[in-house]
């Protein structure tokens, strides 16, 4: 099984870069960052685990800053969004800082996307209805994949458009870094099967984890795709322990996502606490 390690990145948390080296070392196969470009002052939208809405949320750093200094910094681990918020970019400009972001860290780019969970915060850059965001990001993980393999690129679709247009560079992975689509709901699961070359589900998603697994394999197989070829990445927010990553294991599970806690010394402490579990599962 593979480990990631998904620090908060917020601005007031170790740099980027610092932690991509200490992943590297102690043995984690990737490095993943959120995205929250910003967050409405004043909103209706309940965060999913209700409760008030932590800092962390309006205080993460740029993740596509962020991963260009943690490419700088390392030469194996993966670099991955987790998720990147597609459709608050600009298509253009989207295809561009992917691309350039797989170029500069020799094709170690896994690129999670989602629609996030916050209404306000679409509805400040973005057209798109509520109802229709998965949707839009078919059509906008359509149109990079375009962007990434064409010399001269254009779509024509609902909520993306563009005239025939030349956008480089090129990703160093062809055709185009891995697309995760992280959801977890069946709307989500759906589009999963469909398109995405991994899914990337929270461990808290569900009642029984066991459930949501047979949920997708069915999503997969509906879309007549093999669900064994469809790579998971766990984002694992409930307390890790060995019993619990040999169950996801046994599932199916691809990589365990360990969701560190914020804070400088909350997170060194949790990563130091769960060190066995790397040495112990990690490939």
């Known amino acids: 099984m593979k480990i990631g390690l998904a620090p908060t990145n917020s601005d007031y948390g170790p740099a980027t870069a610092d ?91 896994l690129f999670g996307v989602g629609v996030g969970w916050n209404r306000e915060e679409l509805a400040n850059v973005s057209n798109v209805p509520w109802a229709q965001r998965y949707n839009a990001m078919r059509e906008t993980v359509a149109a990079l994949r375009l962007l990434w393999t064409e010399h001269e690129a254009s779509y024509s679709g609902e909520f993306v458009n563009f005239a025939p247009s030349w956008v480089y560079p090129k990703p160093t992975q062809r055709p185009g870094p891995p697309v995760l689509v992280g959801c977890r709901g069946r709307i989500g699961m759906r589009h999963v099967a469909e398109y995405a070359d991994g899914w990337c589900p929270l461990d808290v998603g569900f009642r029984d984890v066991r459930v ?54 909350r997170l060194a402490r949790y990563v130091d606490r769960n060190q066995h579990l790397v040495d112990t599962f990690a490939d």
């Open 212 to 265: 949501g697994m047979e949920r997708f394999r069915t999503a997969a197989e509906s879309a007549g795709r093999d669900p064994d070829g469809i790579p998971i990445s766990m984002y694992c927010y409930a307390s890790p322990d060995a019993e619990k990553l040999e169950l996801y294991r046994e599932l199916g599970v691809e990589r365990i996502v360990l969701a560190a806690p914020d804070g400088a010394e």
């Open 19 to 109: 932690m991509a080296v200490e992943a590297e070392q102690r043995g984690y196969d990737s490095l993943w960052v959120g995205e929250h470009s910003h967050i409405p002052a004043s909103r209706q939208t309940v965060h999913p685990d209700g409760g008030d809405l932590p800092q962390l949320y309006w205080h993460m750093r740029d993740p596509f800053v962020s991963l260009a200094t943690a490419a700088a910094a390392t030469s194996k681990i993966k670099l991955a969004m987790g998720v990147c918020l597609v459709l608050e970019h600009e298509i253009l400009d989207l295809a561009k800082s992917v691309a350039t972001l797989d170029e500069v860290s020799d094709g170690r780019l």
